[in-house]
């Protein structure tokens, strides 16, 4: 059974599952350098996409599209090879008219090339359930596992998914749409705007902000203000919190008026908190506490409520599983015995999910054969242009470059990382040792003096360097560094003292395990900076022209030949 899922509107993409096999997923803005966050515009990508790897639309079985805003349904406009189309989707959660995630919510057919084909189309919600329980070590061991998915458009919700009988419903934790945490960047700090937008219009903020946490700290007199106007505004008895919890419903950000509210509440905690002298950062410092304490004590009520204390699985999965200081708070509370988050959370995993929705019709809650370089190949580059050398190295010469050199490397090998993390395949690889690598990599990458620069590190050296220092091969949970290593790697060190770890073992990455490997070798250090590779605001260069292009790296190395400037 050859099944094709869709995920049309924002991160848009095509995955295959072949039987429980993915094949492929191909995200839209890691094609030509696309923007980042890129649709589906036009169904005639698909055929061109299914045959880079040896696929045909006739050979395809099923069909599988996301869901989208709407609590009955949604709905899709895009292009079939130029002329408008609309595509009538699931809701964006279970609901009255769609009360099961594991059935279809809406069905139909959709016209490519003019040809009709059937497909069948879940909640948004189910794709992420679907997508992170079927990718966990969970599903692998047919165990159940306790599911949270929170994204931009809907509440924080748990789910019981167990591959005996299938999944539970366990309703939301507070009723606040995630995009929340980015709304509070526009009222407060150097994010802040002076009109704000009734809909979410950048989505690169949430980013930012859990990096500029880092220059506040959670002060006491604005948690106070920030629970107390949280409930009113939200949860309590008053006449616009009513009216909030009647009009909104977590269906999605772009069906229901769910912004203006957070508008208001973070209004009202800019006046009280200006009248009380708190600094921006602290304000923005405490609303990240805030919502790692709604999330850990709604959690952990919710799961003594339903199963008791445990210890349980947890998987996390929606756009707000990308931050890893809340991953890590939930990791570590004493309920949960393991926790997992794909490396592909938020919606760039909805077509795996999409897939994945139609594969358990057929065969069940099971795992699939995944892993997470299942992304576009790498396009050739047949033409050295003039300025640029090309020759042989190998992986251990790579290390030597990096320590001799001192300068940053792309690196380009293999298929592309599935989700947003660059994790080896589409890097810029650098020596932590020095002070100053951390600002030569935000300055070439135009971003912000206080972004980290995230290490990777051998596993089996990550615990004497790294607390915990546990494997997070997909790079999604905090760590601290320890005090013996603070100035032997500063390039990968936040402000707050910790890093965003990704460890790498020989079976995740035999070539940057080599690379590691003689890195340690040398220097006596078995990390390296790792940032990702792309243009600003667009996806991971799909070729080794598109870093040339660039120009902001001397050396570019990409399976086995190092390409550097000669300055011609």
């Known amino acids: 059974m050859i099944i094709c899922g869709l995920k049309l509107t924002h991160d848009g993409a095509v995955a295959l599952l072949d039987g429980d096999r993915l094949v492929f997923s191909i995200e839209m803005e890691k094609i030509a350098n696309g923007r980042r966050y890129s649709t589906v515009s036009d169904f005639g990508v698909i055929p061109g996409i299914l045959a880079d790897f040896g696929y045909k639309t006739e050979h395809v079985d099923e069909w599988v599209i996301d869901g989208w805003d709407g609590d009955v349904d949604g709905r899709v406009a895009l292009l079939d090879h130029?002329?408008?189309?609309?595509?009538?989707v699931g809701p964006y959660r279970e609901s009255a008219a769609c009360p099961d995630l594991a059935r279809p919510g809406a069905s139909g057919e959709f016209t490519m090339g003019g040809q009709a084909y059937p497909y069948t189309s879940y909640a948004h919600a189910a794709g992420h359930v679907a997508s992170t329980y079927c990718s966990s070590p969970f599903a692998e061991r047919r165990e159940p596992s306790f599911v949270l998915i929170w994204d931009g458009g809907l509440f924080p919700r748990l789910y019981w998914v167990d591959p005996k009988t299938g999944v539970e419903n366990l309703g939301?934790?507070?009723?606040?749409?995630?995009?929340?945490?980015?709304?509070?960047?526009?009222?407060f700090g150097p994010f802040r705007r002076p009109t704000q937008s009734p809909t979410v219009d950048d989505l690169t903020v949430a980013g930012k902000l859990m990096a500029y946490i880092a220059l506040g700290q959670v002060r006491e007199e604005a948690m106070t203000i920030l629970r107390e106007e949280f409930h009113r505004t939200f949860e309590g008895d008053s006449a616009p919190a009513v009216e909030y919890r009647r009009a909104v419903g977590g269906f999605g950000s772009l069906f229901e008026p769910s912004v203006p509210p957070v508008h208001a509440f973070y209004g009202a905690v800019r006046e009280r908190a200006e009248r009380a002298g708190i600094a921006d950062e602290d304000v923005l410092a405490s609303v990240h506490h805030l919502f790692e304490e709604l999330l850990t004590e709604r959690l952990s009520a919710k799961v003594r409520q339903h199963r008791g204390d445990g210890p349980w699985?947890?998987?996390?999965?929606?756009?707000?599983?990308?931050?890893?200081?809340?991953?890590?708070?939930?990791?570590?509370?004493?309920?949960?015995?393991?926790?997992?988050?794909?490396?592909?959370?938020?919606?760039?995993?909805?077509?795996?999910?999409?897939?994945?929705?139609?594969?358990i019709q057929h065969r069940g809650l099971q795992a699939i054969e995944w892993n997470p370089r299942l992304g576009p190949r790498l396009s050739p580059t047949p033409d050295i242009p003039d300025g640029w050398s090309a020759r042989a190295c190998a992986p251990a010469e790579l290390a030597r470059v990096l320590y001799d050199t001192d300068e940053p490397v792309v690196v380009l090998n293999g298929r592309a990382e599935l989700g947003p993390r660059a994790l080896g395949g589409r890097s810029i690889l650098a020596s932590p040792i020095g002070t100053a690598m951390k600002d030569t990599l935000n300055r070439i990458k135009g971003r912000e003096s206080y972004r980290p620069v995230a290490p990777i590190c051998a596993v089996d050296e990550a615990r004497k360097i790294f607390e915990p220092g546990t494997p997070d091969p997909h790079m999604l949970f905090d760590?601290?560094?320890?005090?013996?290593?603070?100035?032997?790697?500063?390039?990968?060190i936040h402000l707050d003292g910790t890093a965003r770890l990704q460890t790498v073992a020989p079976d995740d990455d035999p070539l940057l395990a080599e690379v590691l490997a003689e890195f340690h070798r040398i220097s006596g250090v078995p990390v390296l900076c790792n940032t990702s590779a792309n243009l600003n605001g667009h996806g991971f260069f799909p070729d080794v022209a598109s870093a040339m292009a660039w120009g902001k790296v001397d050396r570019i190395w990409s399976e086995g030949t190092l390409y550097q400037r000669t300055g011609g």
């Open 313 to 359: 699985n947890l998987s996390f999965a929606g756009g707000c599983a990308l931050n890893i200081k809340w991953n890590s708070a939930l990791r570590s509370l004493p309920l949960v015995r393991e926790m997992w988050v794909p490396p592909f959370p938020n919606d760039s995993g909805s077509a795996i999910g999409a897939a994945v929705l139609g594969m």
């Open 479 to 492: 760590h601290a560094v320890r005090d013996a290593w603070v100035a032997r790697i500063p390039a990968v």
């Open 172 to 187: 939301e934790l507070f009723p606040v749409l995630g995009h929340a945490y980015a709304i509070a960047g526009h009222h």
């Open 82 to 88: 130029g002329e408008p189309v609309e595509v009538v």
